[in-house]
């Protein structure tokens, strides 16, 4: 057995016996460990506790923490970091005061990256996007999920699910793969979304199906793109197939998104900038988690989801990047986590919780990640010296992680 005993660390926060999904009081408590140590078997958590272990063997690997923070690696649940090129050019032309949906009508954004990705080769396309999960895992991602989306024809998701599938073989950390064909309408049937439809549920999901590319499905129900029943008609369709539904709901227009989540028990509804008291009510009576996305509402200049009327319906609450090209550009979950409590007015604990182990439930992953529970994966974050945790949030732009450990590894530098 490979056994590494961490010693010496100044607190180690996230310690929990047993996990489960956080609302309200819950998501405020981040048990954590002063003067602690961490034994760790195989990869794997086995065991912590305080002061000097002095009833463990000698013979363990030792790791002196020289007083270190330790939190659980982040658990980042929305994603689409399988992209052909960025889209810098529409972020001038939003500068210059174009709308995210002025920019869709006149071909750009959903339908340019889908334009891009056919164009570019499958390797191509697996070697930019292990770049970009290498990125993450260094900013201490140590779960995440990855969507299609850009291809909008049934080879073109195939082929980046084909990428995701590469991905999770070779990534050192978890990673869950989303069907996201009714991401956006193409315009080979912009006259004809009910072929489109048809297209996904009767070829692409049968394919997808049967060669075990997906873990879910998901629909962006929005004005322009796909309505509450068609984000239904599709999901049940995913759920006929084995794939659990994760839908985009309520990012631009109350669009019925969360409704339509609920009705088939979607694992969670993601963005949530726009929401009113029926949308939040409709959540608190459901399983669904609601999962935020602050880094989108940053660079679209949006309102942010509201958070605290979440928290407060005891419904549970997740952080997740969006990383994409088009609104977010960034898989940094440091940065979410202080957007989180800046824009959001969540708690460092909260938003810790939100984007750790509630984003670990996000995905179906809460009993392998998102804490330090005996028996989950020593995926974890070692902090520069700060003076506590609030400073993580605080210090927006400072980098304190000092290490990142990945199944009882460190990444190398």
Request: aromatic share 6%; charged share 20%; with cysteine.
């Amino acid at each position: 057995m490979n056994s590494l005993l961490i010693h010496n660390i100044g607190l180690l926060a996230g310690v929990r016996e047993h996990s489960q999904v956080l609302k309200r009081v819950g998501l405020k408590e981040l048990p954590a460990l002063t003067d602690a140590w961490l034994l760790i078997n195989d990869g794997r958590i086995a065991a912590y506790g305080t002061a000097h272990p002095t009833h463990l063997h000698d013979t363990y690997r030792r790791l002196d923490a020289h007083g270190a923070v330790i939190l659980p690696a982040w658990c980042d649940s929305h994603t689409h970091l399988v992209f052909a090129g960025y889209r810098e050019g529409e972020f001038v032309d939003k500068l210059q005061g174009m709308t995210y949906a002025e920019i869709a009508a006149r071909g750009g954004g959903i339908l340019k990256s889908a334009r891009l990705l056919g164009e570019t080769p499958e390797d191509v396309l697996y070697e930019n996007a292990k770049e970009r999960l290498d990125e993450c895992i260094r900013l201490g991602t140590g779960a995440i999920e990855i969507k299609s989306g850009y291809g909008l024809t049934v080879e073109g998701e195939l082929k980046m699910l084909r990428v995701i599938r590469r991905l999770k073989e070779n990534a050192p950390i978890p990673v869950k793969a989303t069907f996201l064909g009714a991401h956006a309408v193409p315009d080979a049937y912009k006259d004809n979304r009910n072929g489109y439809i048809d297209l996904i549920i009767d070829q692409a999901l049968p394919q997808i199906a049967g060669q075990k590319l997906a873990d879910f499905i998901d629909v962006f129900c929005e004005e322009g793109f796909f309505t509450p029943e068609e984000t239904i008609k599709i999901c049940r369709a995913g759920q006929a197939h084995g794939l659990t539904p994760k839908i985009h709901a309520n990012q631009l227009h109350r669009s019925g998104g969360v409704q339509a989540g609920i009705a088939v028990t979607a694992l969670s509804v993601d963005h949530l900038e726009t929401m009113g008291k029926e949308e939040v009510d409709a959540l608190k009576s459901s399983d669904t988690i609601a999962t935020a996305l602050p880094g989108a509402a940053f660079f679209l200049r949006m309102g942010y989801p509201p958070a605290r009327d979440i928290i407060n319906a005891n419904i549970a609450l997740a952080l997740a990047s969006d990383y994409n090209p088009g609104s977010c550009p960034s898989g940094n979950m440091n940065l979410v986590v202080s957007l989180a409590c800046i824009q959001m007015k969540l708690l460092p604990q909260e938003a810790i919780n939100a984007a750790t182990l509630n984003g670990a439930y996000a995905m179906g992953l809460g009993h392998d990640v998102g804490s330090i529970t005996p028996g989950k994966r020593a995926n974890l974050i070692f902090m520069r010296p700060i003076p506590s945790l609030a400073f993580l949030p605080y210090a927006f732009g400072t980098n304190c992680i000092d290490r990142v450990m990945v199944n009882g590894e460190f990444l190398e530098s």
